[in-house]
């Protein structure tokens, strides 16, 4: 092979090699920063399409409303247990933290966390609604399908 074409192709392999390790870090990187959402009732019984669940130590997203009667504080410390609920299932939430002003039951949240065994979210974030005219399109999907009925009394939560 001649020096020149020699040259050439290593320049061309370096280029390549270098491309596909950028490509690489970039999908590593996004990687972990992909939370799924989800609402209750697809992390109890997986996802309508494909009945896809989502497994213990997965990060993800979670939308529902907070269930009545089901905050409970802990006095010594921030932690905060509660759950949100939507027409198909009750998932329970842990969080330590301080909790957003317009937290409160009754209220549209998602939680940012962990799946641990159990069903259990333990949370790095809360977010609650903020404003009544607003609602990210994923949540406002989810709410309508899902949020219609309290489980067990079959009263309309819809105004």
């Known amino acids: 092979m001649n020096p020149r074409r ?12 270098g491309l596909v390790v950028t490509v690489a870090l970039i999908l590593y990187a996004l ?7 989800y ?3 697809e992390i109890l019984y997986g996802k309508n399409e494909t009945q896809h669940m989502p497994e213990p130590g997965q990060r993800l997203r979670v939308g529902g409303m ?10 010594k410390t921030l932690r905060v247990s509660f759950s949100i609920y939507d027409a198909q ?4 939430v ?17 939680v940012q966390g962990e799946l641990t065994p159990g069903n259990r ?5 809360v977010l609650a609604k903020h404003d009544e005219n607003y609602t ?11 949020h219609r009925r309290l489980p067990g009394n079959g009263e309309d939560t819809r105004s």
């Open 39 to 41: 609402t209750p009732g």
């Open 121 to 125: 979210i333990l949370a790095r974030e």
């Open 94 to 110: 842990t969080y330590e933290g301080i909790l957003p002003d317009l937290f409160r039951e009754g209220q549209g949240v998602v």
């Open 136 to 146: 990210p399109p994923e949540v406002a999907r989810a709410m309508n399908e899902n």
């Open 66 to 75: 907070v269930l009545p009667g089901s905050v409970a504080r802990d006095a």
């Open 89 to 92: 299932g009750v998932v329970d």
């Open 6 to 17: 020699k040259y050439r192709l290593w320049i061309a392999l370096t280029v390549l090699g």
């Open 31 to 37: 990687r972990a920063n992909i939370d799924l959402f």
